[in-house]
T-cell receptor, first 112, second 110 residues
Framework: NAGVTQTPKFQVLKTGQSMTLQCAQD?????MYWYRQDPGMGLRLIYY???????DKGEVPNGYNVSRLNKREFSLRLESAAPSQTSVYFC???????????FGPGTRLTVT | RKEVEQDPGPFNVPEGATVAFNCTYS??????FFWYRQDCRKEPKLLMS???SGNEDGRFTAQLNRASQYISLLIRDSKLSDSATYLC???????????FGAGTRLFVKA
């Protein structure tokens, strides 16, 4: 039981490049989330998916798109990376009750 | 103003000390409350939920005051392994939007 997995662990992009961050969970959770964490800011919600087939914007969605590919997988896409998107990105999932969020190990992204 | 505010610290305490962290929240739609722990360069993990009646888990005690919109975490008999960042977390009514505080850093020294 791997929990929540994320790939890649580290990535360096040039401004304007695109990439997709992958997230998968094997806990049969309904809801999945993408956050970014910046120093002094706490985790901020980018997008979430309450259940398979639905996605909604969070606090900071600009510059990102998401896909809930199936119940297990929720990907985050940066279409044209900007230096302001340098951050640590965490994927999380919760069960139906939403009691506890389980996080992946994070992706450290640097945009130069 | 941030929706969830915490003292960033750091708190530097000796082993065996008692330390308390405070957190205030501003969104009246706040429904559920948690403390998460985050080790350096790791993902956050749930430490404990916070209930209005107060709750305890070993050396950790959490309190919630809904009228004052205030949450606290007390750690007794601090251990070196308690060194981490403690995140105050509020989940809004509806269940999907969760707001994280920026965290309070704790260093426990021998």
């Amino acid at each position: 039981n791997a929990g929540v997995t994320q790939t890649p662990k580290f990535q360096v992009l040039k401004t304007g490049q695109s990439m997709t961050l992958q997230c998968a969970q094997d806990m049969n959770h309904n809801s999945m989330y993408w956050y970014r964490q910046d120093p002094g800011m706490g985790l901020r919600l980018i997008y979430y998916s309450a259940s398979e087939g639905t996605t909604d914007k969070g606090e900071v969605p600009n510059g990102y798109n998401v896909s809930r590919l199936n119940k297990r997988e929720f990907s985050l896409r940066l279409e044209s990376a900007a230096p302001s998107q340098t951050s640590v990105y965490f994927c999380a999932s919760t069960n139906r009750g939403g009691y506890e969020q389980y996080f992946g190990p994070g992706t450290r992204l640097t945009v130069t | 103003r941030k929706e969830v505010e915490q003292d960033p610290g750091p708190f530097n305490v000796p082993e065996g000390a008692t330390v308390a962290f405070n957190c205030t929240y501003s969104n009246s739609a706040s429904q559920s409350f948690f403390w998460y722990r985050q080790d350096c360069r790791k993902e956050p993990k749930l430490l404990m939920s916070v209930y209005s009646s107060g709750n305890e888990d070993g050396r950790f005690t959490a309190q919630l005051n809904r009228a004052s919109q205030y949450i606290s975490l007390l750690i007794r008999d601090s251990k070196l392994s308690d060194s981490a960042t403690y995140l105050c977390v509020v989940r809004l009514t509806g269940g999907f939007k969760t707001i994280f505080g920026a965290g309070t850093r704790l260093f426990v020294k021998a």
